[in-house]
């Protein structure tokens, strides 16, 4: 048959299946191959046996659709994921065809994935782990500070929320000064005190209404109009009813670890960001993510409201634990994870000590600083066991004090120098005139060591090279490959379930780049 004359591009042909037309190495076909593995629809909530309205769209589809989106492109956007399925064959591939939009995956997500989105991330690292042989022992741990989705300018401190709450405290107490002086003549008086509830002040706010008859549809207000004394300090007393009221909302939402929160976001903490690009080192709402990377897979993800990451670890140790049911035997991570609380939580459940601390650099690098005479740690012994200096000064015990924060009980010991006076080196050992005080604990001191003796080990240079190239390198990864630098999500909750879908897309993403590099050196 001539088709020279009757063929056109438009036309339909062969083949009619999608797979067909895709790639053997297609990554859409090997993340299809693995969620059908895993089982992936047991992680979906039971469907209701009757429903109004038209049929849903299939649910496993729309969950493979959206990990995919997550595995293809780092963070997929609800409306990229929309015209991908109208437009890119391998999510028409995944949909069959089916094109929902964008309202229809936030819903799926919202409902189908905030209580199992852990399980499916623990069920593809335990695929990972179990084909690619992902040593879980060795973890490398880091932390970054991401930008919230909130206004910049939106902050609520709390020192300065609590300031304002005492200074309303003494006009309250101002206001019923005055309002004693007119109600001597009815036998009432209202009680002072230096804090006051919201409650309370109602009650109050209660009687003197009854008691001076007061109405508020008999309120005056406007030009013309002069409010009576009564209701002058009615209205007053309300005002600062909703104001102290406000204030024990901001203070409660901060709660006891942190001290500011985003009015646009009640969940993100004002941090300092390395990125300053407002360029006026202005402090920004975040949050504090934290990762454990093993054989650079992302082996554990958490998000904090923490500042610091030393108080990250422990939380992260136990998302760790709660998800595989072991602790791993090493974890490796910078300076800004030492401290007695996590070096003892380690020692508790057995794990070894390969986290630096804050010194660690002056301790193995700085000759000077390690062997300066006038640190308390290099003080010698004499032979009553006391301390003594480079003049031959004995130092007595003179108070314990426990240290603020601190988990475990720890004390730090102090100890007083009998007699500086005249001592020839008095401007290097101190900088005050009085004796110096010194202060001690044996067991930190115990434990630095150990963690020195780790790091400096052939195998502890092996783990901080690695913890630098895997940890570091996973952030950088996700922020200038994969183009994930700030949280699009509001809410701690919401953030936490963005973060596993980012990082299922991760793993997905560096295995199957790991089995490409494997099939081209075959």
């Given at each position: 048959m001539n088709t020279k004359h009757y063929y056109s591009p438009k036309q339909g042909r062969l083949p009619v299946f999608i797979s067909d037309i895709l790639n053997i190495c297609d990554p859409v076909l090997a993340f299809d191959r693995i969620m059908e593995e895993i089982e992936i629809d047991k992680y979906l909530k039971p469907e209701p046996f009757s429903r109004l309205g038209r049929p849903g769209y299939n649910r496993v589809n729309m969950l493979k659709t959206i990990l995919f989106g997550f595995m293809d492109t780092g963070y997929a956007s609800l409306r990229e994921l929309e015209d991908r399925c109208k437009t890119n064959i391998r999510y028409m591939y995944l949909m069959d065809y089916e094109t929902p939009s964008y309202r229809s995956f936030s819903y799926f997500i919202n409902e189908e994935l905030t209580d199992s989105v852990q399980g499916i991330f623990k069920a593809i690292m335990s695929y990972i782990k179990k084909t690619d042989g992902v040593d879980l022992q060795h973890l490398y741990i880091d932390g970054s500070k991401f930008e919230a989705n909130a206004n910049k300018y939106s902050w609520?401190?709390?020192?300065?929320?609590?300031?304002?709450r005492y200074r309303l405290y003494a006009n309250i107490t101002a206001l019923f000064t005055e309002m004693n002086?007119?109600?001597?003549?009815?036998?009432?008086?209202?009680?002072?005190?230096?804090?006051?509830?919201?409650?309370?002040?109602?009650?109050?706010?209660?009687?003197?209404?009854?008691?001076?008859?007061?109405?508020?549809?008999?309120?005056?207000?406007?030009r013309g109009h002069r409010k009576s004394r009564e209701q002058r300090y009615y209205e007053k007393l309300k005002g600062y009813i909703d104001k102290l009221r406000e204030y024990v909302v901001k203070i409660k939402i901060c709660g006891p670890d942190r001290n500011s929160y985003s009015k646009t976001d009640s969940s993100a903490t004002f941090m300092r960001i390395k990125t300053d690009y407002m360029g006026n080192d202005q402090?920004?709402?975040?949050?504090?993510?934290?990762?454990?990377?093993?054989?650079?897979?992302?082996?554990?993800?958490?998000?904090m409201q923490y500042r610091s990451d030393i108080d990250c670890f422990i939380p992260l140790m136990e998302k760790f634990h709660e998800m595989y049911g072991f602790y791993p035997k090493y974890p490796v991570a910078d300076a800004g994870y030492g401290s007695y609380d996590n070096y003892l939580f380690c020692q508790e459940h057995g794990m070894e000590k390969y986290m630096k601390f804050t010194m660690y650099k002056k301790e193995t690098s700085d000759d000077k600083y390690h062997n300066d005479p006038f640190r308390a740690v290099n003080f010698k012994t004499n032979e009553n066991g006391k301390m003594v200096c480079p003049n031959g000064k004995e130092f007595n015990f003179a108070y314990r004090k426990p240290i603020k924060g601190n988990q475990y009980g720890r004390q730090e010991e102090y100890y007083t120098c009998e007699d500086c006076s005249g001592c020839p080196y008095a401007e290097k050992c101190k900088k005050t005139d009085k004796n110096r005080t010194v202060r001690i604990n044996e067991e930190l001191s115990a434990m630095h060591k150990e963690v020195i003796d780790n790091l400096e080990s052939i195998h502890g240079a092996m783990l901080r090279m690695n913890r630098s190239i895997q940890a570091e390198g996973t952030f950088g990864i996700m922020k200038y490959d994969r183009w994930y630098k700030?949280?699009?999500?509001?809410?701690?909750?919401?953030v936490r379930l963005e973060l596993f879908l980012v990082s299922i897309g991760h793993n997905l993403y560096k295995y199957h780049n790991k089995r490409m590099k494997l099939r081209e050196a075959a």
């Open positions: 609520v401190w709390k020192k300065a929320t609590e300031k304002s002086e007119t109600l001597a003549y009815t036998g009432m008086k209202i009680d002072t005190g230096t804090e006051y509830t919201p409650e309370c002040l109602e009650t109050i706010l209660d009687r003197y209404a009854y008691v001076c008859q007061i109405d508020e549809k008999d309120f005056v207000a406007g402090l920004l709402p975040a949050y504090n993510i934290q990762i454990g990377v093993a054989d650079e897979y992302i082996a554990v993800v958490d998000v700030r949280t699009v999500r509001r809410g701690l909750e919401s």
